[in-house]
């Protein structure tokens, strides 16, 4: 939808309202109450705009623009409404979601995962074109406030492995997952436990642009120009985020340098100083040239070189939104290879591990490691290019 209005001579005003609601289809190949698949609510977009143009001379036209989009989804499991009529059990982190199991040469049952999301981007740019002789300069800019507001509560109820070696002989091929879960001999078990159970990924970029497409005859034109851009890395709202420090000392390994940090000033000493461990990168310029050239009136050669930077993700996309310490996900399996289990499933999930938060630098000890982002990456992506 579009609405346009001039005022006078020399100003135009435009707005547009842009709406899109996809359907999904929320099937499950299983009766709802034992569903794998998870299910989508509520993914809508809105986009709106707005244009104002002036002239002021008949050789000089500014056009600036405002555009909001406001994205949300929802993804939760089809089993859902199962969750207070199927036993639930005791000790995970919140029994919002039927537990998932899951069996040694069976399909699994139930789906635990949540995901709830916003990406609202506020853009506002800015182009001044002025035609002077046989050159037609522009200058422009742009800002883009990027964010993504995620609320995760996935496996919360905890995801439930079993084996037939909880069952089976030694040294004999034996045994069936669904008698070991008949028998409550979970062979391996994980909850996540959250006090942070939303991120607020934020982002920003911004560019200036100057360019000139110069009539250098009737048949040749050239068009050059600079660009620079500027993206900030990725931050947490309220600095709920955590990264590999590989310089800081580990308390837990001597003080050795690599830790487990967090990002600003108010962890004490397990604070990295910064909301984000990336420098940001001042350094994205880009110069462009093309020319044309007319050979007939039917044809004409082009060719142009540039470089480019982009930014390829939302705040949060693959950006190094970790917040671990914040959240953990214990884990319990069998210490034998399944002679034994690790607990049985009507004693509850075990609680003999240490619940976040956990703000330590040597929380992930001898675990699988932090997520790092390198100090001096940046967020951009360059390319060259050139066409004939």
Known sequence: MRFDEYVGD??????????????????????????????????VASIYRVNFDHTFTPTVINNVNYGYLDFSGSRKPVDLA???????????????????LTFQD???????????????????????????GNHTLK???????????????????????????????????????????????????????????????RGQ??????????????????NYGLRWDVATP???????????????????AGNRP?????????????????????????????????????????TVVRTGYGIFYTQAFYPGWSGGMAQDGFNSTPSFSSSNGGLTPAFVLGNGFPQNFQHPPIIDPAFLNGQNGPTFRPFDAHPQHGAHGASP
């Open 10 to 43: 020399k100003n135009h005003i435009s707005f547009t309202v842009h709406r899109n609601v996809p359907t999904f289809n929320n099937a499950s190949a299983l009766p709802t109450a034992l569903a794998t698949e998870p299910t989508i609510y509520g993914s």
């Open 82 to 100: 199962f969750t207070s009529k199927l036993p639930q059990i005791p000790g995970v982190a919140a029994p919002i979601a039927p537990p998932q």
């Open 106 to 132: 069976f399909n699994s049952l139930g789906n635990n995962g949540f995901n709830d999301e916003r990406r609202p981007t506020n853009v506002i740019n800015d182009l001044l074109t002025w035609v002077r």
């Open 139 to 201: 200058f422009g800019g742009e800002y883009r406030a990027l964010e993504l507001t995620n609320f995760l509560n996935g496996n919360a109820s905890g995801t439930f492995n079993f084996s037939r070696l909880n069952t089976g002989l030694t040294g004999v091929s034996s045994g069936n997952a669904i008698a070991s879960f008949l028998l409550g001999q979970v062979d391996s078990a994980s909850s996540t436990f959250y006090t942070a159970d939303t991120y607020y990924a």
């Open 205 to 222: 970029q911004w560019n200036l642009s100057a360019a000139d497409t110069w009539k250098v005859t009737p048949k040749l034109s050239i």
């Open 234 to 252: 990725s931050v947490e709202k309220f600095n709920r985020l955590s990264f590999f420090d590989p310089l800081g000392p580990n308390p837990g």
């Open 258 to 298: 690599g830790r487990l940090a967090f990002a600003g000033t108010k962890y004490g000493a397990a604070s990295f100083g910064r909301e984000h461990p990336e420098f940001t990168w001042y350094h994205g310029f880009s110069p462009r040239l093309g020319i044309a050239y007319t050979l007939t009136p039917r």
